[in-house]
């Protein structure tokens, strides 16, 4: 019979488990080791320095907290085209493939509505509240938005970078 061929294992269950492959513990990123540096598209031009990225992310996450936030290419795209809103408009600068936003800079020089793309999509998402990464946003503020004096100086730094055509 079989329980003859295959006796009982007389050990504990506990001692018979497989240690488990994955730590229980977070891994960290030691200090010595850089992180990996991001890829962004060569047609990601005006590109934000640092310091304006923080000012774009703050502002990004104010807008949200105030509703006049718009995300994602079909959402910008219907709110510039069709419902002509004016405000600042964000992109990343790491979208693959690149066609998704091609349209995207086109769409707001034709509107006069001025654009800046940052280096992450992660970023991006995670300044506007979302699970996703995102790779268009649309900073739409109504007149009396209580934050319209820190909106201005960004928008006057945006157009300052914004490509000039002769």
């Known amino acids: 019979t079989i329980a003859t061929k295959y006796p009982r294992n007389p050990r504990p269950v506990s001692s018979r488990l497989v240690p488990s492959r994955y730590p229980r513990f977070h891994i960290t990123m030691s ?3 850089a992180p990996a540096k991001l890829l962004v598209s060569p047609i990601a031009q005006p590109l934000a320095s640092e310091k304006l990225e923080k000012k774009l992310f703050r502002l ?5 907290k105030d509703k006049c936030l718009r995300r994602g290419v079909k959402e910008v795209v219907k709110f510039v085209h069709k419902k002509k809103e004016k405000g600042i408009c964000v992109i990343a600068g790491d979208i ?17 509505i ?9 970023e991006l998402g995670l300044a506007s509240e979302t699970k996703r990464p995102t790779s268009v946003v ?9 934050y319209s004096d ?3 100086e960004v ?3 945006v157009k300052d ?6």
Do not use: G, M, Q
């Open 31 to 33: 200090e010595s080791a």
């Open 60 to 64: 990004v996450k104010k807008a949200k």
């Open 96 to 112: 693959s493939p690149i066609d998704v936003i091609t349209h995207v800079p086109i769409l707001c020089e034709d509107n006069d």
């Open 114 to 122: 001025p654009y800046i793309y940052v280096r992450s999509k992660f």
């Open 138 to 146: 649309l900073i739409a503020p109504p007149a009396d938005w209580k």
């Open 150 to 152: 820190k909106f201005t």
């Open 155 to 157: 928008l006057t730094t």
């Open 161 to 166: 970078k914004a490509p000039k055509f002769n």
